[in-house]
C-alpha cells in the first residue's frame, strides 16, 4: 500500500515509534529512523527492519529539540530521497515533579521536544506534501493529550498543545491530499514508562510486577499495555485511503483511560 513512499518517523530506535516505523515498512514505506541510542545498536536494528521488509531503511541521529538540526534533517532528506511522504511526530520525553518544583531547564527540554519539534518539522514538509498533493502527518500525542495527571505539568501541555496544533494544521490543508491526525496512546510498556513503573516501585517499597498492576489499575481500565505494533496498525489506517477523511483527529487507543 505505501509501496515508494517515504516515511520519517522521529524518535523511532525504540517504543512507539520503532513499532510504526515496522508497520509502515512491512506496507512497503521506505524509512527514516532517528532517534538516540548505541551506533552499533541502532545499525543492527537499521539492517533489520530494512532486510525484513525489503525496504530501504535510513538513520538520521539529529537532535529534535534543535529547531536548525530539524530544519537541516528535512532539508537532507527531501535533496537525498526527493520527498517526505509520511511524518510521524513521535520523539518524545517525560519528567514528573509538583509544578512549584518543575525545574525551568526539565519544561523547556520537554516543550521543546514534545510540542516544538512537531510544529518545525510539520512546516518544513508541507511544502513538498503540497507539491505532490499528498501527505500524511501523524502526531503521537497522549491520553495526556485528552485529560490530565498530576506532576506531568510539562508532558500535559505540550500534548494538549499537540493535539491543538494537529487541528490547525488539518485545516490549512483540508482541500488538500493532506492530512493531519494524532495518536492518543494509554500506558504502553516502554523504556520512558519503565523508568515511571521504577520510581513507582522504589517510592512505594513494591516489586516492579506490583508497581506496574497500580500503575495500569489506577488509570486504564482494561488493565492491559496497548501494544506498538497496535498504534503501529492506527498509522497504517492513517495513511490507507480509507483513511483520506480523517482530518484533524485525536484518536483514544488507550484501553479505555479517557472513556472514564
Ligand atoms: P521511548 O523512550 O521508548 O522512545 C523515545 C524516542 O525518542 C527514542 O527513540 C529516543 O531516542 C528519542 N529521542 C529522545 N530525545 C530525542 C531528541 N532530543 N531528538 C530525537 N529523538 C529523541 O518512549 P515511547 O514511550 O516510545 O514514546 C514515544 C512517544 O509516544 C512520545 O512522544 C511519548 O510521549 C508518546 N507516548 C508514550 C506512551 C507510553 O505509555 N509509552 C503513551 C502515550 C504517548
Redesign the pocket.
Known sequence: MLKGKLALV??????????IAEALASQGANIVL????DPADIERLRKTVSSQHGVNVHYEA?????TE?IEALIARIVASHGSVDILV??????HVAPVERFSAERWDAVI???LS?AFHATRCVIPGMRARNWGRIIN?????GLVASAEKAA?VAA?HGIVGLTKVVALETATTGITCNAI??????????QKQIDARAAQGGITVEQAKVALLSEKQPSHE??T?EQIGEMAVFLCSPAANQVRGAAWAI?GGWTAQ
Do not use: M, R
Request: glycine share 16%.
Open positions: 522521529t524518535g523511532s530506535t525504540s517504543g512507539i515509534g520503532l513499532g532517528n532517534g538516540f541510542g539529529a537532535d529534535l529539540t534543535k538540526e511526530n513521535n520523539a518524545g520525553i517525560q521543546a521536544l514534545n519539534s503521537i500525542a497522549s491520553a495526556h508532558y500534548k492518543c496512546p494509554g500506558w504502553v510498556l516502554t523504556a520512558l514508562v499495555f496497548v506498538t488507550d
